[in-house]
């Protein structure tokens, strides 16, 4: 049981390239959440899904593409990268379940440096 | 609205207690949370408390809620040097759709042997 995992781990793009954060879960969890995390700033939600087909935006949308097409994944696309977009960004999904299970599962996170 | 504050730094001595402080704003929070993210490394849950108690124990861990002052804190009892980490708490509420968690902007522990 991988839980959430998160590909790749390091990536430095050049300003005006593209790019797909990879997500992926193995635990059947419908409810799945791209956070980038700023040196002592805490974790700020870029985008969240529901489901397969459903996707919204969170505090930090802008810059930023989701699609959920399977319950298991989840990529973020960094379409025109800018340094504001150097953080490293965590994925995480949640189950439906019974309330005491409302925690994240979170994956370990990519660090990426726009230069 | 939603906002949530912690102090930014905390330092410890081996074998004392830690208590890691937390404000919230939200009065509809439901579940509030305090995870632990070690160095690069994701998020990942130590406990939780419901809005509708006061305090949780759980082994060395100690979570007190004042709804009143809307103040949640993290005691962790005989700190060992592996609970130096950057500790999370975080509020979600039963209104946002898709289970959203604010979080706060983290507390890092550091402890010295």
């Known amino acids: 049981n991988a839980g959430v995992t998160q590909t790749p781990k390091f990536r430095i793009l050049k300003i005006g390239q593209s790019m797909t954060l990879q997500c992926t879960q193995d635990m059947n969890h419908n409810y799945m959440y791209w956070y980038r995390q700023d040196p002592g700033m805490g974790l700020k939600l870029i985008y969240y899904s529901v489901g397969a087909g459903i996707t919204d935006k969170g505090e930090v949308p802008n810059g930023y593409n989701v699609s959920r097409s399977t319950t298991e994944d989840f990529p973020l696309r960094l379409e025109l990268a800018a340094p504001s977009q150097t953080s490293v960004y965590f994925c995480?999904?949640?189950?439906?379940?019974?309330?005491?299970?409302?925690?994240?599962?979170f994956g370990s996170g990519t660090r990426l440096t726009v230069v | 609205g939603e906002d949530v504050e912690q102090s930014l730094f905390l330092s410890v001595r081996e074998g004392d207690s830690s208590v890691i402080n937390c404000t919230y704003t939200?009065?509809?929070?439901?579940?509030l949370y305090w995870y632990k993210q070690e160095p690069g490394a994701g998020l990942q849950l130590l406990t939780y408390?419901?809005?509708?108690?006061d305090m949780k124990q759980d082994q060395r861990l100690t979570v007190l809620l004042n709804k009143k002052d809307k103040h949640l804190s993290l005691r962790i009892a005989d700190t060992q040097t592996g609970d130096s980490a950057i500790y999370f708490c975080a509020e979600s509420m039963i209104k946002a759709a898709g289970n959203k968690l604010t979080f706060g902007g983290g507390t890092r522990v550091l402890v010295k042997p």
């Open positions: 995480a999904s949640s189950t439906t379940g019974p309330v005491a299970n409302y925690g994240y599962t």
């Open positions: 939200d009065s509809s929070s439901t579940y």
């Open positions: 408390i419901f809005s509708n108690m």
